[in-house]
């Protein structure tokens, strides 16, 4: 199976209006299992030696945002725990206002979930990445790191191995 990689050009596309006027549970759900499952290349590679088979993975991060501002610099994230994935789920809530899903629309609510889960995965990240909610166009920033979070966590669920638990955890963004 295929899946597309997911660039901040397809996530802003994606978020428009106009692309969320069809979407369904069945359709998120399959494109949600769609993610996770990844191939490997026809050479099969040892999938252990890869970087994201590591748990705290750290990663470069390089992007250069619509108005040609380059975001360059170096984050640590690690594979959520349940208690990282209650927090950002708390967190998400609370940046929401308690408002039920029914009543927002989707790019809110996915705001509010990738700041959220950032803020308990991350373990290190630049300076500039301390409060990416009030940045001018931030949204497509904290899409693109949550893409690298995301491709971590995707491959690290098929072939990861843990070998000791995460640093201290900043909790804050």
């Not at 594979?79 to 950002?88: G, N, Q, R, S, V």
């Not at 790191?145 to 804050?172: C, H, M, N, P, W």
Request: aromatic content about 10%; glycine content about 4%; charged content about 30%.
């Amino acid at each position: 199976m295929e899946t597309e990689k997911l660039t901040t050009e397809i996530l802003a596309k994606r978020f428009s209006t106009e692309s969320l006027k069809d979407v369904t549970a069945e359709k998120l759900a399959k494109e949600v299992d769609d993610a996770i499952s990844i191939d490997l290349p026809a050479e099969k590679k040892d999938p252990t030696k890869d970087p994201r088979s590591k748990n705290p993975y750290t990663f470069p991060f390089e992007w250069k945002d619509p108005r040609g501002k380059v975001w360059k610099g170096t984050f640590t994230t690690h594979y959520p725990t349940p208690l990282d994935l209650i927090k950002a789920g708390t967190m998400q809530s609370r940046l929401l206002g308690g408002a039920p899903k029914e009543s927002l629309d989707a790019l809110t609510d996915e705001i509010a979930f990738m700041v959220s889960r950032l803020t308990f995965c991350l373990d290190s990240r630049p300076d500039w990445f301390v409060d990416p909610l009030n940045e001018i166009d931030g949204v497509p920033l904290i899409q693109a790191v949550y893409s690298e979070v995301l491709s971590f966590e995707s491959f690290f669920r098929q072939f990861g191995k843990i070998e000791k638990a995460s640093a201290t955890k900043l909790g804050d963004i």
